[in-house]
């Protein structure tokens, strides 16, 4: 794996656009992708951070012998069940993902596979923030079902930190608004509600200040806190937001670490405040095969993402 990674990064063009890259063609991207943003927003470092739907025809894995994976719970689970008998086959390199996918690599291919986590060595607490961006998908898929009293009490601890804001902090609110993202058909949208009655009910009379896509634009948030709502890593375990703001000097409450993991095989600065570390794919239960036998038991095609069995059956093992 790590000649792989140190080819890889020491090609001479490995920062300029691969040729294989205007072969993937957006007309094959998911519907749901464009309901993503800008979680799923496209950026780029050496070892190629992509979403696997990207990489819709096996020719699109000749491009780099290392891909950084973006795709969260659902999408992953779904590419695995679906390509694991020719994945070894179409690409002969290494896949780095979020560690909290570890569970989902089939055993026998666990030898293509790392993982990648973030150091962001000068971070700020709460306490010390002049500004709070409080961001979430006001989606069930980001949040969790509000409306079911077992999300709604976990997101009442997540925001619990948020009462030891400074009384001259400033708050603002990033909360793009977006349909059940997997699913084929609109359901009607409490969270929003919830969530505005929760902010109210732990920052009471507070200002909030209402942020739409111009946020992208900025370039410093330095002394700045970003606070994600996210629930776990289901749509997405790469958040394009997350790199944004660490980018650009803020905190993120991604449990960033402030020095290098111990087993750290390879690293490299993402910005002048954050770095990538590649780590071994650690040791941890595995639920591979029950995730298989659904679909094989199924006898379903692909795109099982908008399998509404499915979503709960990868909700059930890997929500808590």
Not at 5 to 11: S, T
Not at 24 to 38: A, E, G, M
Not at 47 to 63: E, G, I, R, V
Not at 96 to 114: M, N, Q, R
Request: hydrophobic fraction near 40%; glycine fraction near 2%.
């Amino acid at each position: 794996m790590l000649e792989n990674i140190k080819a890889q990064f020491n090609k001479p063009r490995t920062l300029t656009q691969s040729k294989y890259y205007t072969l993937v063609r957006r007309d094959h991207w998911p519907k749901f992708y464009w309901d993503l943003f800008p979680l799923a927003q496209e950026y780029f470092h050496e070892l190629n951070p992509y979403f696997l739907f990207n990489l819709y025809h096996p020719d699109l894995f000749k491009f780099s012998k290392v891909i950084t994976v973006r795709d969260g719970y659902l999408n992953f689970a779904s590419f695995m069940v679906d390509n694991v008998k020719t994945f070894r086959n179409q690409f002969p390199g290494v896949c780095l993902i979020h560690p909290d996918l570890a569970s989902i690599v089939p055993p026998h291919l666990s030898d293509l596979f790392g993982t990648w986590q973030i150091v962001q060595k000068k971070q700020i607490s709460l306490k010390e923030a002049k500004k709070v961006i409080i961001f979430g998908l006001i989606s069930s898929e980001y949040l969790g079902e509000l409306a079911e009293d077992k999300f709604l009490e976990k997101l009442k601890l997540k925001l619990d930190p948020l009462r030891n804001l400074p009384k001259d902090a400033k708050i603002q609110l990033f909360l793009p608004l977006r349909k059940e993202i997997f699913r084929g058909y609109q359901r009607d949208q409490v969270n929003v509600y919830l969530l505005m009655s929760l902010l109210k009910d732990i920052l009471p009379d507070r200002k909030f200040e209402f942020l739409d896509n111009l946020i992208l634009e900025e370039t410093n948030f330095k002394d700045n806190y970003f606070f994600d709502l996210e629930i776990d890593k289901f749509l997405v375990s790469d958040n394009y937001m997350h790199f944004f703001m660490q980018s650009r000097g803020a905190t993120v409450n991604n449990n960033s670490l402030l020095s290098a993991p111990k087993d750290s095989i390879f690293s490299f600065d993402l910005s002048l405040y954050h770095e990538l570390h590649v780590c071994p794919l650690p040791t941890v239960d595995n639920i591979f095969s029950e995730l298989f036998y659904y679909k094989k038991m199924m006898n379903q095609d692909k795109n099982l993402q908008y399998d509404i069995h499915f979503q709960s059956l990868v909700m059930s093992f890997l929500r808590t």
